[in-house]
């Protein structure tokens, strides 16, 4: 299969769809992706909204991938993209005649273990099913049929169960399982092994990409083997690398970790009663046998210590991050770890207690069989890097890591710890290890800048690269097709008045677009404000308020979209991967430029490494995370070359700062209206 340059064109393969529009820039980023697959560059595509990335790196991929025999992975950060490429794109290129064959590679956790569910009872004929849920024996007994029905089931189960079942990649037996012929995952995996394309995403990458840090880039690890990847999302890579890299200790990972050892009063058994009752049924004697002594008075009893200290020692943290932290959500962890008597001591009857664990299984699988030892010791090692994890939060030594103490919603606080900078490991564990890699995204630079995103993924100007950036604009018109206001007389965002002044504004606002609104905020303390002052003035008898956290995401979208009068407020989330087209969002609203918390531990880490370096942290750092996100902001409102609509900016100083040119340059050319809230309102009016 051979790249066709003519595919893109007004009289090519790809107009003989209807309703095709040419766009010279999707044919010049196709041309762009095919030659550095082909010649083994390192690409940085920026694509705005409306050039039709997916197509135009999908078609020289899948030719290049064809023609060369060299397998190309495709990561993505979001499942909705994902579901786009799989559902729609390639469905177009195999419409159109090629031929190729492309698979999505999804986590472990997507797919049921049957193994697991046999070890539950769940089969027909095992000897006891009480208490084994219907909806389990109901996915049970339909191991033989479609794989998208057995996953459709699986995805239907609830949360408590589906967690004891999963596939998970440590606790599988591989070839030694008697249903590796029948599972899922490794079919999919098969599958992907002979595929021209690979889908995965950003998080599935990093594992492989961690794994083969390990054992080295010749063969399988969760992907296939290959040598050209290209990332669409690009510009969430840091921060996914950021978490994936990074150490979680929390009082859910431990009660995980006991649920599955002993279960005995959730719906599904726990490994331990698993064991036993095997063991019972064998014939053995309970008094004589000693591997049912250390079950059940010492690895059960222990559990319920384990459980106890956990809890002791997250609620004396809980006690300290409400006297040291009232109103924030997060404090630094100072290197060298707590020195509160409290916590220490708390930790020290806690890690004794994870320690003792972890000898009474050691000495149970001493014990056992080979088959029965193979199921322990996966929980084993789970052990240990709890402890491990533990041990390396609670002693902060690492100077090239940041730790911090998080107050949680729900289940009390946690423990963190994460790299100051992932930049030198993904340049050292990816972009060494492949021939090609391609990066793309509707917002990579900062006014055609490519300098931050290049540090954030490794790439140092001062070293040779093989790179090639380039800036491909939306084809649409921005000056025809939105309206962009500031208001001049908003108080600032940090001020006392500006809530109550932005909602005394607000109504009739909305009703010049009758709702059909997105109001975008940097905090939810701020939005939860914002709500509250709305219904008090009784707004809600206008407009139906779809608030972030009050509904499920995609549930928020999908009312926002069909019900009329409609006003979605949200924060992070909802700035980017959001598509609503047409007369359904006539206006976005962003409340306040969005900077980041600067005492958020991560954030406070990486600017003092930057002044550490004699770097400018507001200008390297602060300045170019905040205009990628007011981009991503602003661009939820044209999503279609006859989508027309208003931007809102309420906050004044993107005029009165000489930082706030960078946040209008980057923006697509259009008019800028600096007046009065009335004033705009008046304009706007006669404009729609």
């Known amino acids: ?55 135009a790196y999908l078609y020289p991929a899948i030719c290049f991938a064809c023609k060369q ?51 539950l009872g ?96 010749e063969g399988n690890a969760v992907l296939p083997r290959y040598q050209h990847v290209i990332l669409d999302e690009a510009h969430h890579l840091e921060s996914t690398a950021t978490e994936y890299f990074g150490v979680q200790v929390s009082l859910l990972r431990l009660q995980r970790l006991v649920s599955a050892l002993d279960n005995s009063h959730g719906k599904t058994r726990g490994l331990l009663q698993s064991l036993r009752s095997n063991l019972v049924r064998s014939g053995i004697s309970e008094a004589d046998d000693e591997r049912l002594t250390i079950i059940d008075w010492q690895l059960l009893p222990q559990l319920r210590i384990i459980a106890t200290a956990a809890h002791q020692f997250f609620q004396v943290l809980e006690q300290y991050a409400a006297q040291m932290i009232p ?68 002693e902060a030594k690492d100077r090239n890591h940041v730790y911090w103490l998080k107050r949680l919603a729900k289940h009390g606080c946690a423990l963190y710890a994460a790299p100051i900078s992932v930049g030198e490991q993904l340049k050292d564990n990816l972009l060494f290890q492949v021939k090609s890699a391609i990066f793309t995204s509707a917002t990579l630079s900062v006014n055609a800048d490519f300098s931050y995103f290049c540090q954030s993924i490794g790439i140092d100007h001062a070293e040779q690269w093989d790179l090639l950036t380039e800036v491909f604009p939306s084809p649409f018109d921005y000056r025809q097709q939105v309206y962009l206001a500031v208001a001049r007389d908003l108080p600032s965002p940090d001020n006392d008045a500006f809530i109550e002044q932005f909602v005394e504004h607000l109504d009739p606002l909305l009703a010049l677009t009758e709702g059909r609104a997105f109001i975008l905020f940097t905090s939810y303390q701020m939005m939860q404000q914002v709500v509250r002052l709305v219904r008090e003035k009784g707004l809600e008898q206008k407009y139906r308020f779809l608030v972030q956290g009050e509904l499920p995401r995609g549930e928020m979208l999908e009312r926002f979209k069909i019900e009329k009068h409609t006003v979605l407020l949200g924060t992070d989330s909802f700035w980017e991967g959001v598509d609503v087209a047409g007369d359904a969002l006539s206006i976005v609203i962003i409340t306040k430029l969005p900077f980041k918390v600067p005492t958020d531990p991560i954030v406070a880490a990486r600017s003092e490494k930057l002044q550490a370096d004699g770097l400018n942290p507001f200008v390297h750092y602060h300045l170019p995370q ?63």
């Open 1 to 55: 299969m051979y790249y066709d340059q003519q595919f893109f064109s007004p009289h090519g393969p790809l107009a003989q769809l209807e309703g095709y529009e040419y766009r010279a820039q999707q044919q010049k980023m196709a041309d762009l992706v095919y030659e550095v697959l082909e010649n083994g560059h390192i690409g940085i595509i920026e694509a705005g909204t409306g050039t039709g990335k997916s197509l």
């Open 69 to 119: 025999g060299e397998k190309v992975v495709v990561s993505t950060n979001t499942i909705t993209l994902q579901e786009q490429l799989l559902k729609k794109d390639l469905p177009i290129l195999r419409q159109l005649g090629l031929n190729f064959k492309a698979v999505v590679v999804k986590g472990w956790n997507n797919y049921p273990c049957w193994l697991r569910i046999e070890e």
């Open 122 to 217: 769940a089969y027909s004929g095992s000897p006891d099913k009480t208490g084994i849920p219907a909806e389990l024996q109901l996915l049970a007994e339909a191991k033989d049929q479609e794989q998208t029905e057995v996953l459709s089931l699986f995805d239907s189960l609830p949360g408590e169960i589906k967690e004891q079942i999963q596939a998970e990649s440590d606790l599988c037996l591989r070839g030694k399982c008697a249903f590796f012929n029948q599972c899922l995952v490794f079919a999919a995996r098969r599958l992907a092994e002979n595929a021209d394309l690979v889908i995965a995403n950003h998080h599935l990458l990093l594992a492989d990409v961690s794994i083969r840090r390990e054992v080295g880039w």
């Open 327 to 394: 109103h924030e959500e997060s404090m630094r962890i100072p290197y060298g770890g707590f020195t509160a008597p409290e916590i220490l001591e708390g930790y020290d009857r806690f890690y004794s207690a994870l320690a003792a664990l972890q000898k009474q299984m050691e000495q149970l699988t001493a014990l056992m069989a080979g088959d029965e030892s193979d199921r322990v010791n996966p929980y084993i090692k789970r052990l240990r890097a709890l402890i491990a994890d533990l041990e390396f939060v609670m």
């Open 626 to 688: 905040a205009v990628l996100k007011f981009r991503q902001g602003c661009g939820r409102l044209i999503r279609t070359k006859t989508d027309r609509g208003i931007v809102l900016i309420c906050d004044r100083r993107i005029m009165e700062r000489s930082y706030g040119r960078f946040f209008l340059q980057a923006l697509p050319a259009c008019s800028v209206h600096y007046k009065s809230l009335a004033q705009i309102k008046q304009e706007v009016a006669s404009w729609l």
